[in-house]
Each structure stands twice: as C-alpha cells, then as structure tokens.
C-alpha cells in the first residue's frame, strides 16, 4: 500500500519597517505560489498579504514577518507577525459586525478585506515570552475554488 502525503511547504520572510514592504511582500507571494503550482490563489493572497503587511508598517513602527504555509493541495495560509501586541477590529473578534467605511476615510479598508475574502482569518497577541519578541501574529487562509 502506497500512501501520498499532501504538499505541504512553508516560507518565511523578514521584512524590514519600509514602506516598499508590501510591494516585496507580493512579488515573493506569486512567486512561491507559481513555483509550487498554486497560481489560482496568486491574485487574492497578494491582496490579503499587501493588506496584512501594510498594517504592520502602519502600526507596528518595526519589522514584520511574512509567513506563507500550504496546508493542502488547495489551501494556503498566510500569517504576518509585527511587534505591536494590539489586535485589529475586526481581527480582535470584539468590535462586533464590520461596518463599512466612510467614501473619505483614510483607512480602515484592508483588514475589512482580509475577512471578506479569506475562508477563515484571526489574530492573537504573542505574549514576551516567545524568544523576548511579544506582539501579535494576525492570519489568513484561503482556498482554490
């Protein structure tokens, strides 16, 4: 009996705090998913990761990291960690429903995406102890359709 095991992969990318980290950020995302054959999520995750990235050099004032893992053959999850412990609404799950955004706000647009787009989407605070770093690591998944 022969048993296959799904792909599964992860990468890594230390971004420092620069504004051209989301642009970095998203070439390397349709990268990696073109070299492992996911391209159908290339367009959505380079949405979600410029979304995630772009928060942690908004808010974190340091460096982030870009965590890509494949957890099957058709689903990806994304995960960028910064140093800022708060949690976004509506990644803290206490803002209650989302609500839209005024035509003239700044911001407040990416995170909405995030969770309108991801098939499941969190955030929790990393507390000092894991390698004296704290902050907070804010995720999401997506699936091929």
Partial sequence: ???????TWAYALQLPHDPRAARIARATVRAVLAGHGMDQLADPAELLVSELVTNAYRHAGGTATLRLQCLDSRRLRVSVWDANPDIPPPFDKRSGPLRSVPVDGDGGRGLFLVSHYAVAWGG????????????KLLWCELAAA
């Fill in 1 to 7: 009996m022969v048993t296959v095991s799904p792909p």
């Fill in 124 to 135: 929790y605070p990393l507390g000092d102890d894991l390698f004296g770093m704290g902050g």
